[in-house]
């Protein structure tokens, strides 16, 4: 019996599927991931995933949308143009195969799509969103408590901006590789290392939970506030703007509170503005129910506290407070964001010509760069907790070998 084109198709699109995945498993150097593992990977960027979707499972809205974006250019070629405001179209004169495509894509996606009457410039993205959504609800639904926060605190591009970020070791977003290996691991929740925490004995975990926030002796947690701190006054030197790190006596000498780890002169206004930063990891056990259940819970919750630490202060001092808060995957407060949008801002504050589409490209820049920084000085504090750390030798020689 002869094989379709159809099936040899799929049969293709199955292996390309799994080298994708092969391929994964070579850059982090693992033998193999867990299933919950590659179901995360194969989620798109925005919903916590590493983008690598299985072609085969998106195979339909790949066709319906080829034919859809194309069909004003295909009637036209075929001396059959659409009026003008033309915004449907009968498929089946295009592809008279369509109608099967379509009606399995519908009961996939639980849309109700109409091969007579298809949309012009339907983009496949759109068109797959319902199947994505679909899957991670279904791995949601798998997940723990701690899982589940770290997947939905990922699903933010502050928290993903490191996966679109050009590496470039001057602005901070080239990632060495052995700490590149241990953040892809830990962004799909499946950590190689076990065993008792180097410095505190407590067992470690897939998720590095321990090691990202629950170890209270681990040193690395202070290079990763003053990392991402350094990171900001770079951006604020960087755009003329005046900056301090620990600026005391802000409240006078006789008080010893800091509540700027970075301090910004004429950010929001002609006051000080005080950037105070934190970092909290959601997954931990005393966050993660309230932080399984609303996507950055713990980035609010952590902000709200910073003001009502510091707000009466500032205020009395007449200084502008912003709390910057974080998780660990990345993701900003609401009043972080903000701070992030108005540095960019200020970079174009005397070019005239400069719209908020520069604005934008500015701000997702900032966001790669504090993206980038968290996830590695994420995986510094991992490989410390698991008695590796960040000059471990044995870990260079494995790199150099691979480039080699």
Not at 333 to 349: C, E, N
Request: proline share 4%; net charge positive; with cysteine.
């Amino acid at each position: 019996m002869s094989r379709t084109l159809g099936a040899r198709a799929n049969d293709f699109l199955d292996w390309f599927d799994d080298r994708v995945i092969r391929s994964l498993t070579r850059i982090v150097s693992r033998d193999e991931y867990s299933e919950h593992a590659v179901r995360n990977a194969r989620l798109r960027l925005s919903l916590g995933g590493l983008g690598l979707r299985a072609a085969s499972e998106h195979a339909d809205e790949a066709r319906i949308s080829a034919l859809s974006c194309n069909a004003l250019n295909c009637f036209a070629i075929l001396g059959m143009a659409l009026a003008d405001g033309t915004t449907s179209f009968d498929a089946h004169l295009l592809d008279p195969n369509i109608e099967p495509i379509v009606a399995r894509y519908n009961a996939q996606a639980g849309t109700s799509l109409n091969s007579r009457e298809l949309s012009t410039n339907l983009r496949q993205d759109k068109l797959s969103l319902p199947k994505d959504l679909a899957a991670r609800e279904s791995l949601l639904a798998e997940l723990d408590n701690a899982a589940r926060a770290r997947l939905l605190s990922q699903s933010d591009r502050s928290a993903f901006s490191w996966a679109q970020a050009v590496p470039n070791a001057h602005f901070k977003t080239a990632i060495a590789p052995p700490l590149f290996r241990v953040g892809v691991q830990r962004w799909i929740g499946d950590l190689p290392f076990d065993g008792p925490c180097h410095y505190c004995g407590a067992p470690l975990d897939k998720l590095g939970v321990h090691a990202t926030g629950s170890c209270k002796r681990n040193p690395a947690k202070l290079f990763r506030h003053r990392e991402l701190a350094r990171v900001v006054v770079d951006i604020g030197h960087e755009h003329g703007l005046p900056c301090g790190t620990e600026t005391p006596h802000l409240f006078g000498t006789h008080d010893r509170r800091r509540p700027a780890d970075v301090a910004i002169d004429h950010l929001f206004d002609a006051k000080l503005c005080a950037l105070d930063l934190t970092v909290t990891e959601p997954s931990c056990p005393t966050y993660s129910f309230d932080a399984s259940r609303k996507a950055g819970h713990m980035a609010q919750v952590k902000e709200q506290g910073k003001r009502d630490k510091y707000g009466e202060a500032c205020f009395n001092a007449n200084i502008s407070l912003c709390p910057v808060s974080f998780e660990t995957s990345g993701r900003l407060s609401r009043s972080g964001f903000a701070a992030m949008k108005q540095l960019a801002t200020k970079a174009f504050a005397f070019d005239t010509e400069a719209g908020a589409a520069a604005v934008r490209v500015q701000t997702k820049f900032i966001l790669q760069r504090l993206s980038c920084t968290m996830l590695a000085e994420n995986a510094n504090m991992i490989l410390a907790c698991s008695g590796q750390s960040r000059f471990n030798r044995s870990i260079d020689r494995e790199d150099k070998r691979e480039q080699e």
